[in-house]
């Protein structure tokens, strides 16, 4: 385990890319259901609770799983599927988590200059994600990083755009 951790670290920070990962079912379950915690753990730190919480698990998961596999047929390397998607759903979770205590700050503060700072930092999270889903789309799909990072970023706003739009009450 500390080795998967490692390698999704070497990734996050943009040193190795998503063919360093063997093509195993099992590594991808095992990701698969490390990111989704992570995702929960996030939720609640954002103040999710009830009912609304497995909808919007599945709607993320489900929307990550299915985009990145509309693009990787797109590119026809839909073979890179399980080493791609482990890379996305592993250093997803570690940026997921380091996301998680600034969430809950952010929550749990009242408004103020601390909270605008929290989310100054909850923004370049955001886009340490969108440039590290770039760096591994880059590997991925054999192209710029600038286009992995216009993907990532396509993707980012369909998130965005689909969350407001089925679950209004959220924003």
Known sequence: MKAIVRTCWHICLLR????????????FVILLLLYMAADVALFVAQGL????????????TALLLAFFALVL??????????????ALLGTGTIIMLVAVPLSLLATLLPVSTGTQAVGVLLWVV?????????????HALNTWLTLGIII????????????????????
């Open 49 to 60: 609770r009830g009912r609304v919480l497995l909808p919007e698990l599945l709607l993320d």
């Open 73 to 86: 047929a797109i590119w026809q390397k839909l073979e890179r599927f399980n080493q791609t998607l482990s």
């Open 16 to 27: 190795q890319g998503p063919q360093v990962f063997p093509r195993s079912w099992m590594l």
């Open 126 to 138: 955001l886009a340490w994600n969108v440039l590290v889903t770039g760096h591994i789309l880059r």
């Open 152 to 171: 990532a970023g396509t993707y980012v706003v369909l998130n965005l755009v689909m969350f407001s739009v089925l679950f209004p009450m959220r924003t």
